[in-house]
């Protein structure tokens, strides 16, 4: 004698209730692997994911605000986007004096950091006005410039340069003295009163550049306007 087609149903519903019930106890308390047999996370894929329809995300500033990567390890997380961003894009700085006037520098030693205190742009946060310092956020090949332009007081035969350090080490210095022509009886200083240096140099991520002043005098006064006095920092590769 056959069962009622209703109970049939009902006896069926229990059965997938069942199903459904051990299948949620099996993954709340243990690891599901497709493609391997031993799963290190809830989900552990070991294969090709394949998405075949995703809905738009219509609310913007959230999908801006962090987006899936992998880790070196294969999980997938979470990351804010302008962190991806910043990766992605090669660092770019110039940096310049805050005002026009003259910036004194004292060289108790021969040389002095120069205080570039303005950013015309820092793509990467790198630069502390602070400590007049560029911190490299990425490893790899920068091409570094540097320019400045004394106001005056640079006599004859007196030594006047600038140098970029690299780690607080000279990593390229053009430095010389002034040239004076005399005329009946008087010396001319024909030397120019801008010095630069430029090189590239590799850096490994927290490597440091900065920029001195070096000479033979006390003291030097430099131009504060930016087209005289300024540096620039690009990440090449």
Known sequence: ???PSNILRFQKMKTNLL???????????SQVGIGTLDPTASLDINGDVRIRTVNAESNLDVAKDSILVVSRDGVVKSIPSKTVIEKGLPSTVK????GSGAVNLTLASGSEIIPFNAVDFDTNNEYDLGTATFTAKQDG???VNVQIKASSGIAVATNFGVQIMKNNMVENRNSYANVGVTIAFVTINVTSPIRNSQTLVQLDKDDTINFEVVSSLASVNLLGNDEDSFFTIHQIR
Do not use: H, K, P, V
């Open 1 to 3: 004698m056959s069962l």
């Open 19 to 29: 199903l459904f019930s051990l299948i949620c106890t099996y993954a709340a308390f």
């Open 95 to 98: 940096g310049t004096f805050s």
């Open 141 to 143: 090949i920068y091409a």
